[in-house]
């Protein structure tokens, strides 16, 4: 994985839906051959240049093409995301609170709540918590870890994670006035 819009000096049919807010990947070959890519097609001396069918690695273009079509069946197959996630910031505490709306799927088994590191790429971490729609995690601080829940139907299809939005705390009440002291 490599955690960058695309590398420097191309550009990729991702983009236009990363520029309108949908979630894209970009599969690219890491070492590139510039003599065939990024080329208007032409011979000079006698060395052919160019994005030409005689250059592509079709056993390696199927392995794709199969990886993409069982990931497409996983979220098809998959119950909805959980909605309304949220985290609750209404206490201090080293507990995290999670909450969220119901899923209406009638096959659905339940949650789980996963998390990772701040600095961890992917999820590390998960906890089957049953049909339920909140959950508090002990011991487990929301400031140190990215948290995630995903619904999970009876034949063990996931959905992808839905990130918590910090359910606000009330301001706190200002303390109140100190009396005068009597003399």
Excluded: C
């Amino acid at each position: 994985m490599v955690y960058r819009r695309d590398r420097y000096g191309r550009g990729g049919d991702h983009i236009p839906f990363l520029d309108r807010g949908f979630a894209a990947v970009r599969f690219t070959e890491p070492n590139e051959d510039y003599s065939h890519q990024h080329q208007n097609v032409r011979t000079e001396n006698g060395i052919k240049f160019g994005d030409l069918p005689e250059f592509v690695d079709y056993p390696y273009v199927a392995n794709v093409t199969r990886v993409n079509a069982a990931n497409l069946a996983m979220l098809a197959l998959a119950p909805a995301r959980p909605r309304s996630v949220a985290i609750v910031t209404a206490r201090l505490s080293n507990d995290t609170d999670l909450k969220w709306d119901a899923n209406e799927e009638p096959d659905l088994a339940g949650y789980e709540i996963l998390w990772r590191d701040t600095t961890a790429a992917v999820w590390t971490n998960s906890l089957w918590v049953g049909n339920v729609t909140s959950y508090t995690i002990k011991g487990l601080s929301k400031d140190n870890v990215f948290f995630g829940v995903r619904s999970i139907d009876k034949q063990g299809n996931r959905s992808p994670a839905s990130f918590p939005r910090p359910l606000g705390r009330t301001a706190p009440t200002p303390p109140a006035t100190p009396t005068q002291a009597r003399p």
